[in-house]
């Protein structure tokens, strides 16, 4: 039998091969994503673009469902293509370990039609919700805290944005994040699963639900809430603010986690080669090069340098500290 003889039994024919036809992008393959990429894997979405900052860690595994002990310390994205890759060879699979950023979010977000949220931050989400007011093209918002979510699939002009909901991002602190209030693995498969079903109504060309939906499972709750009739200023004049900021350098505290990251914008690309050398012999310890990232250790920090220009610092240091180090060693 077809490998989706099932699924077509209620799509219909027309309906399951448009699916092979579609372009979609996946924003965080972390506890939402890596559910929404499976099942539209599986399902059989032309091609998907995996998009992804972040290395596999041991806190993730009690809830991302496509990584194991195995895959620790590589990038989400790589592991992910690989594993969907066996889950289903007969679709296109593009790993992108990238940091979205007003710098690169145009190049990486164009030309799919849809965009899958599974990102675990504001910023990401405005970004592609700016992309969204540019381009026309569908998102759906997806988040989880706790054994709370949300669900709401958002496109602009036919629908409001996320910004009519949410003016700004919320400042850092005023929302809870996993590492303040935790999550439970089945929360997240039941909201990415509800947002993957959201995802196959508008490949296949049925409307979504406009309205967003919000569960909180561990009190047996779900709300229909209906979002603002009123356009915000932003969607309606296609204000695009976020897309259009420009910074270069950013350092942040690790939430929950003693350390910092530092952000360029644009990405660039490091030279490992002719990085490696320098910081081994500033350091006096062995730096190892694995794909796309470059560790070692300068003291008591513990360092991983991405491709793109990002950097991990774990250990005792505050964000003006580690933009000196950057700037030191890296460069700006």
Known sequence: MSRYSKQ???????????LRTKRVAVVGLGALGSVIAPWLARAGVGHLTLIDRDLVERSNLQRQLLYTEDDLGQPKAEVAMARLSRANPEIGLQAMVADLTSGNTRELLSGFDLICDGTDNFEARFLINDMAILTGTPWIYTGAIGAEG???????PHTPCLRCLIEEPPAFGDVDTCDTAGVLGPAV???????????????????????????????DERQ?????KSRCPYCTAKITEFLDSRWTMKASEL????????????PGR????????RLEARSGREWKQRGMTLKGYEGAWDITLFRDGRALIHG???PERARSWYTEVVGC
């Open 224 to 228: 229909i809430l209906h979002p603002p």
């Open 8 to 18: 077509r039994i209620f799509l219909g024919r027309e309906a399951d091969a448009l």
């Open 189 to 219: 498969g039941v909201i990415a699963s509800w947002a993957s079903m959201e995802a196959l109504k508008i490949l296949t060309g049925k409307a979504p639900a406009r309205k967003l939906v919000r569960f909180n499972l561990w009190e």
């Open 316 to 318: 005792a240091i505050t």
């Open 255 to 266: 939430c929950g986690l003693e350390g910092v990251q530092i952000r360029v914008n644009p």
């Open 270 to 277: 490091l030279d490992f080669d002719a990085l490696q050398p």
């Open 150 to 156: 949300v669900v709401w699939p958002i496109c602009p």
